[in-house]
Each structure stands twice: as C-alpha cells, then as structure tokens.
C-alpha cells in the first residue's frame, strides 16, 4: 500500500501527538506542527519517522509557508487532522474582546484557512478531520466563547462534505469528552474537582489519548468510506445521559 502523507496540526502533545504515533506506526507519512520547537525535537529525537514543522497555525503566514514546506518535501497530503485548539472557560460577562479575537483565531479561523491551504494540495479522495469538543454538544456554563468556536468548525464537517463532494473528500468532525492531556487532566484540576468531572461520565474515568487517535485513524481509513459530515462524540457516554 503506498503511504499516506498525513498532516496533524498541533502534534508534539496530547492527542496530536496520540494521532501522529498511531498512522506512524501504521507506516504512513506523518507530519507535526506546533510552535514550541524544543518540544517538536523531543517528539523527533522519540519517533524519527514522524516529521515536524515549527508552524503557529493562527498565523496566517506560518499556515501558507506549512503547505508549501509540505508541498516541496511531500508532494501532497492525503489526511488533514485540524487538532489545534486552546481551552478558555469564563462566564460571557468576563470575557474581553481581545480573549474573543485570540480564541476565535486559533479554534476557528485557524482551522478554516489552514483547510483552505491544505485543500490546494489535498488530491482527490483526501479525508480531513477537525478536532471539535464535546462541549458544544451542550449548554454549559463559562463555555461560551469555547463551546461556539467549537460548534463553528463543527459546522465546517457539515458544510465541506458537500461543497468537496466533486472531489471525493470526506470530511468529519470528532468531539472528545474529558481527555488527560497537557491542557487538561485530572492532576490540574485536583481530586475533587476530578472526582465530580468523573461522576459524570457512565465509565466514571477520564478518556486517554490512545481512544481519541483510534477514532481519527479510523476515520482517515477505508472502511469510513461512507461516514461523511459527521461529528463523532469520543467521551464515555457523558453527552448521552443526564446524571443526577
Ligand atoms: N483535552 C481535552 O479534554 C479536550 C476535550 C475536548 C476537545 N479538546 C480539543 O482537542 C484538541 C487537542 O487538545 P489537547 O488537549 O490534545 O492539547 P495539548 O495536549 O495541549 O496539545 C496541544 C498541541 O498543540 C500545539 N499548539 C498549541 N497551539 C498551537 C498553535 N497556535 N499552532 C500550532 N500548534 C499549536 C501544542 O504545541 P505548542 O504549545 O508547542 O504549540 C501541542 O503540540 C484541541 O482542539 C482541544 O480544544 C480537548
């Protein structure tokens, strides 16, 4: 089977990095971006194979110069995985214009212009992927700003799946419930905060990394062939029940 070239954005942490190890391991071509060059030399010092790019995706320049950089070494990409996305959870009344501008740029515009780019050198029958959240699936108090951005890229699976449909592209959206990452996990919240985020999950445990990249992996691959448009729930159950 020839390799893929697959594109994670965000991939020296978390679930990027989950995503990166698992279509490596499968033998595809895997490139990461992040901004933190260090941290994207560990993760090549670990994992030779997977390719990494210091690239701010909210950066417009840096998202232009990513595909071309892709485009010279790679040729193409097959799979887009759109993961970046920064966390803020403040009531609408808190929250300044320059908070909104920021978030609305990484966790929307980000994601939309990148897959702009990507589109000029995906060929046809590519696969994308946007990481969502589950907490636009839900009215939740401080998840405002978070949540919309989220429900905007969400939409983006909706729309792309027809608008790419000429072109044979699938496009999907996932939205993961509580995963131990960097930017969130159970130790920063302390134990009891932990222990009633837990509570309301059917499985009582916050997800891993590894239940998250299975999904991807698994949406980027032919036996998805027909899952197109989608926002897939990753959390445990949490979204499907009320629990009291
Ligand atoms: N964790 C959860 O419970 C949870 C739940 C629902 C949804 N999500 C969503 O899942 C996605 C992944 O989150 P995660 O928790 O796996 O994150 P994470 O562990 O904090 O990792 C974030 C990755 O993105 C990179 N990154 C951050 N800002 C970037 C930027 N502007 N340009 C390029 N790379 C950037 C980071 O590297 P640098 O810092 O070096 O740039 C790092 O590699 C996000 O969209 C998040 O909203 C998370």
Known sequence: MNKRVV????GSAGMGLSTAIKFSENGDKVII?????????????KYPDIYTIASD???????????????????????LFSNVGVGIFKALT?????????????????????????????PDKGRIIINASWTHHRGLYSSSLYGST???????????????SPRKINVNAISPGYI??????????????????????PQNRFGETSEISGMVFF????????????D????GGMTAVHNY
């Open 7 to 10: 594109l994670i954005t965000g």
């Open 33 to 45: 971006t992040g901004r933190n060059q260090q941290k994207l030399d560990e993760v090549n010092k």
């Open 57 to 79: 995706v909210s950066n417009s320049k840096d998202r232009k110069d990513l595909i071309n950089i892709v485009n010279k070494i790679f040729g193409r990409i097959d799979i």
């Open 94 to 122: 808190e929250i300044s214009e320059n908070e909104f501008d920021e978030i609305v740029n990484i966790n929307y515009k980000a994601s939309f212009f990148l897959i702009q780019e990507a589109l000029k050198i995906m």
């Open 150 to 164: 989220k429900a905007a890229i969400s939409h983006l699976a909706k729309t792309l799946a027809i608008e790419l």
């Open 180 to 201: 131990n990452t960097e930017q969130f996990n159970e130790d920063m919240l302390g134990a009891e905060i932990a222990k009633e985020r837990k509570s309301q999950v």
């Open 219 to 230: 949406l980027a691959s032919n036996e998805a062939s027909y899952i197109n448009g989608q």
């Open 232 to 235: 897939i729930l990753i959390d």
